[in-house]
């Protein structure tokens, strides 16, 4: 039986691909205010440019493609029972070939009711007011914005809890309930934390491997490391 590798990924691994992090340095996700164009607040104060910021990243992501980093967790499967629980809201996993991809925080290219959160539909084209569900309810990004609930959170901390070995790959680890996946793995299991930049991780009990380096080139590393470690146990 193949061993469980559950990998985090965040906005890193995309980056890579051309999109940009879901938050800059300054605070602005392409430009806007995160308040903005990702809260409830800002939907009900600004419907119509909620909208088209999403749009615009719904077209976005047709002109890019998964990288390396993507990949190579695809070719994983070869060897392990890969599960990828992702902060990002793009589709890349899937496109690399990733079968197993839990998204935390929706996916662009899905939409839902305004009414009822478990009527999600696919959408890859433009979103506009006046786009209804089935009920006659406007519909709106399949995005989990700041202030609201993660409906996926039970089901990564069942998979975290599970995993025999476990990866944190291009998230800074300060967005929760995410960043606090990490403290479900048990004691014994090892942990790899790929970022070109990698800060301390507080209250964690278990054996961190840091891969200082960019996504692609670091998940390159771990494959290397995890082969290994197979081959001595």
């Not at 809260?39 to 992501?61: A, I, S």
């Not at 890859?124 to 309810?137: A, K, P, R, S, V």
């Amino acid at each position: 039986m193949k061993k469980k590798l559950v990998v985090l990924t965040g906005a890193g691994i995309s980056a890579e691909s051309g999109i940009k992090t879901f938050r800059d340095t300054d605070g602005l996700w392409e430009g806007h205010d995160v308040m903005e164009v990702a809260t409830p607040e800002g939907w009900r104060k600004n419907q119509e440019l909620v909208l088209d910021f999403y749009n615009k990243r719904r077209q976005q992501l047709k002109e890019v493609e998964p990288n390396l980093g993507h990949k190579i967790l695809a070719e994983l499967e070869k060897d392990f029972d890969v599960y990828i629980i992702t902060q990002n809201v793009d589709d890349l996993h899937e496109r690399a070939g990733s079968s197993k991809v839990l998204h935390l925080h929706g996916e662009l290219l899905k939409v839902r009711s305004t009414k009822n959160r478990d009527l999600i539909l696919d959408w890859t084209d433009d979103l506009i007011t006046g786009d209804l569900d089935e009920n006659g309810h406007q519909l709106r990004p399949h995005i989990v914005w700041f202030g609201e609930d993660v409906p996926a959170l039970e089901e990564a901390i069942a998979i975290t809890e599970t995993a025999d070995y476990f990866a944190v790959i291009g998230t800074s680890l300060q967005v929760y309930p995410a960043a606090g996946l990490i403290s479900y793995t048990y004691s014994i299991t090892p942990v790899f934390y790929i970022d070109p930049k990698p800060i301390s991780i507080p209250n964690i009990r278990n054996k961190v491997e840091t891969i200082a380096k960019f996504a692609s080139e670091g998940v390159a590393d771990l494959r290397e490391k995890l082969l290994k470690l197979e081959k001595t146990t």
